[in-house]
T-cell receptor, first 115, second 113 residues
Framework: RKEVEQDPGPFNVPEGATVAFNCTYSNSASQSFFWYRQDCRKEPKLLMSVYSSGNEDGRFTAQLNRASQYISLLIRDSKLSDSATYLCVVNMRKAGGTSYGKLTFGQGTILTVHP | ETGVTQTPRHLVMGMTNKKSLKCEQHLGHNAMYWYKQSAKKPLELMFVYNFKEQTENNSVPSRFSPECPNSSHLFLHLHTLQPEDSALYLC????????????FGPGTRLLVL
């Protein structure tokens, strides 16, 4: 089983649509969760962290379900500029709370927003 | 954005060549990373350096040899590569090893013939 699994898509949605991406992770020791965004032929960039209580940043909402080892990203009112690959990323922490510094990436979900 | 730079941006090499990839970060970070991104596959962590010391080698073949002379520079020396090594090689840095926000360079797109 992959450590971080995402539906690769592609998701093709019209402008203004709401779209949701899901991600599951296999290691219950995973402690930190993120969504990164990668534009075509560019480097990944941090979109947002995912907190246990769920968090929102403008049109983007991230949710975490530790019991199900499941993370989601919801994009409302999609813009053309949202077209990109969305990467689900997890990190493990050591017993003392420090990070291993090892981010584990999912394969990514491709989103295309069309006019 | 020039926080993390990588050179060259594109590289074509034969299997008998020796080449080096360079990464430089201007962010004052102490941890640096090499990742490999192949088509249709997730990013794979290759090496981790913290204050110039290697802390992680993710079972990478010896034909990839990293070097970190200081906290701002990271190299990846390549020799006798295989065609399956063709990929995008990304460098990243973070303020501390425990700092989970990593900043990526633009990558070197490598083609091995």
């Amino acid at each position: 089983r992959k450590e971080v699994e995402q539906d690769p898509g592609p998701f093709n949605v019209p402008e203004g649509a709401t779209v949701a991406f899901n991600c599951t992770y296999s290691n219950s020791a995973s402690q930190s969760f993120f969504w990164y965004r990668q534009d075509c032929r560019k480097e990944p960039k941090l979109l947002m962290s995912v907190y246990s209580s769920g968090n929102e940043d403008g049109r983007f909402t991230a949710q975490l379900n530790r019991a199900s080892q499941y993370i989601s990203l919801l994009i409302r009112d999609s813009k053309l500029s949202d077209s990109a690959t969305y990467l689900c990323v997890v990190n493990m922490r050591k017993a003392g709370g420090t990070s291993y510094g090892k981010l584990t990436f999912g394969q990514g979900t491709i989103l295309t927003v069309h006019p | 954005e020039t926080g993390v730079t990588q050179t060259p941006r594109h590289l074509v090499m034969g299997m008998t060549n020796k080449k080096s990839l360079k990464c430089e970060q201007h962010l004052g970070h102490n941890a640096m990373y090499w990742y490999k991104q192949s088509a249709k596959k997730p990013l794979e962590l290759m090496f981790v350096y913290n204050f110039k010391e290697q802390t992680e080698n993710n079972s990478v073949p010896s034909r990839f040899s990293p070097e970190c002379p200081n906290s701002s520079h990271l190299f990846l020396h390549l020799h006798t590569l295989q065609p399956e090594d063709s990929a995008l090689y990304l460098c990243a840095s973070s303020l501390r090893l425990a700092e989970e926000t990593q900043y990526f360079g633009p990558g070197t797109r490598l083609l091995v013939l």
